[in-house]
């Protein structure tokens, strides 16, 4: 028996703690040991339409009380785990309905368990030839046995965050699983007893599925888990679960940390949450912006957040969730350096004055986990300069499943090239610059999006999340680069004009580069992942669709 199944198995009959679900309209909590034995039958169900070893199953399901079980329950199959993309409410259903069906032939996905709110999706994958099964069916199913299952064998396929359209999971084994989480389980000085874990974060992304669904059921930890719509229809939801469960732990991305800033500040009165028992928030899944952890803190404090609680963090599914993350009580640590010496000679040099850089410090990598940064020839990079950030150890995946087959991860010496620019201070914590493939390089000197789209988000009227920076003539003389906003005001002419003008100064202001044109554009138009990120490439065709010549001569005349 695998460490991953036996633990968690184990730790379901001992454990006294349990998952909340239904919040806020019909909140039950489930002991992890009932959630076993729904998983056990759902095992039974399982085995009616012979899923074994080794088989991939997708899921498409919305409520984490029917997916806990059924995880468990195909682990005590030997079989993994895909949770398929959910839409996202602007989404184009015909397009998500395509891009499902293509994820679910890639994996060769030998049975499809579907749930509400997705049931309408269970006919057209039948039509289609897929052996279609729903949660109640297989809870209908006397329970099993599990199988015995080996540390190589495969627990997740994990589709990546850009894997519409051409699609490809991370391969994540138990090993893989176990390692990440006794990693995180130290660095997090995580108690079983007093620590409560309060998320809303997606099932079908690494983050809310392995970080916050499958570890907390690993180690029989209380967890209180609600749905991404229902955090997005009430932002206020999440600190309001923190204080009623006395939460200790949370999790999010960036933006979302920005968006509960804004909301504690015009819709919260004081007192109204208790955030004091807050000690672990951690913010990873996209760049970590220190002004907006700042925020976070000032407007959290009339609650009692303390700053010290929120923990910058890297990570990715490649690594199976975390990388690295802030020591706790330490909160924010922000390296300053100079901007134009990173910019230039790709040297993050501390410094006071002058053009200064702030960024984010991440941590440490996690026991089990090397990092190395390395130049454009795989040569290794000294402490302190920007090269493309490498990792190795027990959590890094093997590979990928894609469309064409098993593509390897690692090179011959175990290596994994992410694919991000960082470097490594004196004290070896992890700053990352962004992604090597969107870096505009303009006059020899690398201009990085989320600089850009840091400034572009201050003017007033444009959306939190809503700027995005886009390579044009990339690797050509003429390189630059479009902005492009969302803005409510977006068909009202005047503030469409002011808001071109004021985000083109305020980037000329802080990267020293002028973009070519700026777009406003409606709300929910900029391409992002199904998990909320930035689409930076699919953003290049929209900005292609819409620029025309009157807005790159005024950004011209700007």
């Avoid at 962004?434 to 990085?448: C, E, L």
Wanted: some cysteine; overall charge negative; glycine content about 10%.
């Amino acid at each position: 028996m695998s460490r991953l199944t036996e633990n968690m198995y184990c730790n379901a009959r001992t454990s006294g703690n349990g998952m909340v679900t239904g919040e806020p309209q019909a909140p039950v909590r489930h002991t992890w040991l009932e959630v076993h034995e729904r998983a056990r039958r759902i095992a039974g169900g399982l085995s009616a339409v012979d899923v074994g070893q080794g088989d991939p199953v997708g899921m498409l399901a919305g409520a984490p009380v029917e997916v806990a079980p059924s995880a468990q329950g195909l682990w005590m199959r030997g079989a993994s785990l895909t949770m398929l993309h959910q839409p996202t409410p602007r989404a184009d259903l015909h397009v998500w309905a395509q891009d499902t069906i293509t994820a679910i032939d890639m994996i060769k996905a030998k049975v499809v368990i579907v749930s509400d709110p997705f049931m309408a999706a269970a006919p057209v994958l039948a039509d289609r030839g897929i052996v279609v099964v729903t949660v109640e069916d297989l809870l209908g199913h006397a329970p099993v046995t599990a199988v015995d299952t080996d540390e190589e064998d495969l627990a997740l396929l994990q589709l990546t965050s850009g894997s519409t359209g051409c699609p490809k999971a991370v391969s994540i084994t138990h090993r893989n699983v176990v390692a990440n989480a006794e990693a995180m389980f130290v660095g997090a000085q995580f108690d079983i007893d007093t620590d409560v874990i309060v998320s809303w974060l997606p099932l079908f992304h690494d983050m809310g599925m392995t970080g916050y669904l499958t570890v907390p059921m690993y180690f029989g930890a209380e967890l209180i888990k609600i749905t991404p719509m229902d955090f997005l229809g009430d932002i206020l939801l999440w600190p309001k679960l923190i204080d009623k469960y006395r939460g200790t732990m949370t999790a999010a991305p960036n933006f979302a940390y920005s968006l509960l800033a804004k909301r504690l500040r015009k819709h919260a009165e004081r007192g109204q949450f208790d955030l004091s028992t807050l000690r672990w928030a951690l913010s990873g899944g996209e760049q970590v912006e220190p002004a907006d952890v700042e925020d976070l803190c000032e407007a959290g404090a009339p609650f009692g957040l303390r700053p010290e609680a929120i923990i910058p963090a890297y990570g990715m599914a490649e690594t199976t969730v975390a990388v690295s993350f802030s020591e706790c009580g330490a909160g924010l640590m922000v390296d300053e350096v100079d901007g134009d010496d990173l910019a230039m000679l790709r040297r993050a040099l501390p410094a006071t004055m002058g053009n200064i850089r702030r960024l984010a410090a991440l941590g440490p990598p996690l026991g089990g986990l090397e990092a190395r940064i390395v130049d454009e020839d795989g040569s290794l990079l000294p402490g302190r300069h920007v090269g493309v950030i490498q990792l190795r150890g027990e959590p890094v995946t093997r590979g990928y499943v894609t469309a064409g087959g098993f593509v390897a991860s690692q090179d011959e010496e175990g290596w994994y090239d992410t694919g991000d620019l960082g470097y490594l201070t004196e004290h070896g914590h992890i700053v990352v610059c962004g992604r090597a493939k969107d870096v505009i390089i303009m006059a020899g000197r690398n201009i990085y999006p989320t600089d850009v789209e840091r400034a572009a988000a201050r003017v007033e009227g444009v959306r939190p999340g809503g700027a995005i920076a886009v390579r044009l003539d990339a690797g050509r003389s003429r390189e630059s680069f479009a902005v492009a906003v969302e803005s409510k005001a977006f068909d009202d002419p005047a503030e469409v004009r002011r808001i071109e003008r004021e985000v083109a100064h305020a980037v000329a202001s802080d990267v020293d580069a002028r973009p070519r044109c700026v777009l406003v554009l409606g709300p929910g138009v900029l391409p992002k992942t199904p998990s909320g990120k930035l689409r930076r490439a699919h953003a290049l065709a929209l900005v292609e669709r819409t620029a025309g010549p009157s807005s790159a001569a005024m950004a011209a005349r700007q």
